[in-house]
């Protein structure tokens, strides 16, 4: 995996993640998405795993975010977790919210897969295996959004709806909205019946055929579309363009290894 002029690889310490430097330079954030190298996790987890919900054991996910704190540049106290449920419910994080879930997913935002802040110092954070990570800015308004992007969620037009989350709370201007597509899968290693199909009456262009009632499926690019429609201007997303099941190296995919895999996880801080 070679990163473009955009992203970077960071690594210090025990952990390595995929950042994008010019813009937390520019936008005074931290921001970056963590992978499965290095970390304390063993067996089916080995590496950095950053969820408590898949039967790692708890020293060893809290000893990961420690590291992917440091990395990340980010306080450890401030890494904030919703308990994802592949709906389309959002948190509004205030500051006696700041480290929620830390320790425990049962003290995370229960059911929500995404949140939205303007306070600085309160790191929102995402667990994936496959799904989408999606990180939202707005420079203007001082203001972020996670939300976590499965073929549920973006039936339900979560990314859409998180963009104009920002704008009710914040009064951020859908123009303004910085958004960063993490890693996920591809349509190459995504491949879906027409039972999902029909979920998504009206967006054929992010299906292709590849076999009689089996088609690839375009995640990132049924919520790219999501994010144009919303009134994101292109020019303002930026697509890492990493496949997560292509990529075992780096990445842990849920689509390629089963459910005794591990997470990674997107993260946002205003400073």
């Not at 597509?181 to 967006?203: H, N």
Request: contains cysteine; glycine residues 8%; aromatic residues 8%.
């Amino acid at each position: 995996m070679k990163p473009d002029s955009v992203i970077q690889l960071r690594k210090r310490g025990g952990a390595t993640a995929v950042t994008v430097p010019r813009l937390e330079q520019a936008t005074k954030l931290r921001l970056g998405f963590t992978t499965r190298l290095d970390g304390v996790s063993r067996g089916s987890y080995a590496g950095c795993n950053l969820s408590f919900e898949v039967g790692d054991d708890d020293g060893a996910v809290v000893e990961n975010r420690r590291w992917a704190a440091r990395l990340l540049r980010v306080p450890f106290e401030s890494l904030t977790f919703c308990s994802q449920a592949h709906g389309d419910e959002m948190a509004v994080v205030t500051k006696e919210d700041r480290g929620r879930g830390l320790f425990s997913s049962r003290q995370a935002f229960t059911g929500r897969d995404a949140m939205v802040t303007n306070l600085l110092g309160i790191t929102l954070c995402i667990l994936t295996a496959d799904c989408l990570p999606l990180i939202l800015i707005d420079p203007e308004r001082r203001a972020a959004g996670v939300a976590h992007l499965g073929w549920k969620g973006t039936s339900l037009k979560l990314a859409m709806k998180t963009v104009f989350k920002l704008g009710q709370e914040y009064a951020s201007k859908a123009e303004d909205i910085l958004a960063i597509l993490g890693p996920a899968i591809c349509p190459q290693c995504y491949e879906v019946d027409d039972a999902l199909k029909e979920k998504f009456l009206g967006d054929d262009k992010v299906f292709r055929r590849i076999a009689p009632r089996h088609y690839s499926f375009d995640l990132v690019g049924a919520n790219k579309a999501q994010l144009l429609e919303a009134g994101v201007k292109e020019e303002n997303i930026i697509d890492t363009n990493l496949c997560t099941a292509k990529y075992l190296d780096y990445f842990y995919s849920h689509r390629a290894e089963g459910a005794s895999t591990g997470r990674q996880m997107a993260a946002v801080m205003l400073r």
